[in-house]
């Protein structure tokens, strides 16, 4: 059954609108360069407020380790998303505390997917080459390279997503431009429509 994050929080009343429209997995963006970086203490005061149930994960970009594992610490993380050139004795580093999501772009995902499959404690995570940006990807393109269990982010909205999870089957599907007032503000009509429209897809592919 495919699951939904919804990526870029930036305060509690967000945090708390996705949980309660339905979202599986908020996500937090530390990486310094983002427009929606958080601060560990607004993250886990975000945190607190969703409760166990909901997954949280920290999303980073070519940040140190020790940076890595001290944040996701204060800011009470679940999991830890990780973006940028890294390499595997570093991201194994991190899954020896966390669960890992490892970040693919579209023309890495044969060559990573070989790499991560069936790696404990990392998961793969396709995104577009600028994440952020809104851009969905080639759903079709990418399915025969695409493993079972991998998460899909990159463009995803309510008018898009039932088709992605219908063509790639994810695990999990993330969004975060599409469903935003401005970069770090939740549109709270697109939150919800997205998580129905991911719900609805499952109903489709899914029959009971």
């Known amino acids: 059954m495919t699951r939904v994050k919804i990526c870029g929080t930036t305060s509690v009343h967000d945090a708390v609108l996705s949980a309660e429209a339905g979202a599986d997995a ?17 993250a886990r005061e975000a945190s607190l407020s969703v409760g166990p149930a909901v997954a949280r994960v ?21 999991a830890v998303q990780l973006h940028g050139p890294l390499s595997r004795l570093y991201v194994e580093g991190v899954a020896a505390y966390y669960p890992v999501l490892r970040v693919v772009r579209p023309a890495d995902l044969a060559v990573e997917a070989g790499v991560w499959t069936g790696v404990s404690g ?53 969004a975060v431009s ?30 009971q």
């Open 26 to 42: 908020l996500g937090f963006i530390f990486a310094p360069v983002s427009k929606r970086l958080v601060t560990p203490q607004v």
């Open 58 to 78: 920290g999303v980073f970009l070519n940040q140190g380790l020790d940076e890595v594992l001290r944040t996701a610490e204060a800011a009470r993380m679940s």
């Open 122 to 174: 990392v998961t793969l995570m396709l995104d577009a080459p600028e994440p952020g940006g809104g851009v969905p990807l080639d759903w079709e393109a990418l399915r025969p390279h695409f493993p079972p269990g991998a998460w899909l982010a990159g463009g995803l909205g309510p008018a898009n997503v039932a088709q992605a999870i219908r063509v790639l089957r994810p695990a999990v599907v993330d």
């Open 178 to 207: 599409r469903l935003e007032v401005t970069p770090g503000v939740k549109d709270p009509a697109a939150v919800r429509a997205f998580v129905r429209a991911a719900h609805s897809a499952e109903l489709e592919s899914y029959p």
